[in-house]
């Protein structure tokens, strides 16, 4: 069983590749987060109230996606609360889908996926897939606690990060992050639809973009642009 | 009359002072910035997503105008330091498309006013408009 995270994050990468995978897959919510320490919200989608973070799934995969960005000091909780829960449901590999910012992104046309690795057997699994591995620098954010946990307990998990835009929703890095994820899975994802729909995705996206962003400068998000120093 | 002698406080208490009011007054007017919606019934006019960054050059501004139509992009100094954008859709676009049906309207362009914060050249402005993104390049003003 394997499990996907899809948060607000640069470009919405994550949350819109999540929401195609689950109308493209057919999957169906099986479980929510339900805390106080979530803000007073609830989403309405059809006349009826959701959580704003909620677990979708088919056979073989899960996948947690949250509509509203996670604000920095509920990182941790919610994080450990699903990576308990993905345990108990016997998840062998956590995959969260996100991306990594670009200058000039308009005038680049084949974006580039990248993978940071909890763990060199992942590692070795990826570069046999043809993934260029993150080597050196800083991830922020649900999934970088994501990662240093599966690494505490030395469970396979990794983060796919497509070039994007940072603070503008990025269908086509959406898309790139699939087809990265599809090869790595087996699982066959049709990115088609997607793609033709990127701005309508776009148009759709701006205000969840706008509160991701606000999020992302609270949590020091452009810390990822930073050289870190080697500490052997 | 009131007279009272106080400590003299040092430099950087001040300034940190200072700075405390600076960040709650950003995080205020930040916060009344975004608390507004993003769209406009009465001028049929949705806000776009920008960004602008400036240089020791330059000024770059740019726009996110998902289905605009490249043609029907204005760029208007408004004043000597504002800049509007406004960019006609190629269709129109109604709240009830998102499934939003206890507000009723639609929108039919884009609409962004911004200060520009230094002096620029507003004649050598270069423009660039790719995949429904717009870039607005504005070279500095230096004094000598």
Redesign the interface.
Known sequence: MTMLFGFPDVGLVGVIAASHLIEELNMNEVAYIESELLPPLVVL??GLPHSPIRIFANHDILLAISEVPIQTDLIYPIMDVLIEWAKSKDVKMMISLSGIPIQDR??VQELKVFAAVSGLETMKALKDNGIEVLMEGYMVGPQAVMLRRAAQKNSPALILVAQC?A???DPEAAAEVLKSLARITGVKIDVAELLEK???I???A??V???TQ?EMTKMKKGQEFDIPMYVS | MEVSIQRKRPFFERANEYFEDLEEWMEHFGRELSERPSWDLRLRAMEPLHEMRITSTEVLITVDLPSAEKSKIKITLIDDDTLEITAQMKRKVCLDEFGITHYKGEFHEFRYQTHIPVPVDMDKIKTQFKKGMLSVRLPRLHKR
Do not use: A, S, T, V
Request: glycine share 4%; aromatic share 10%.
């Open positions: 989608h059809e308009q005038d835009f603070n503008y929703p990127g701005e309508e776009r148009l759709r701006r205000d973009m706008k509160r606000q």
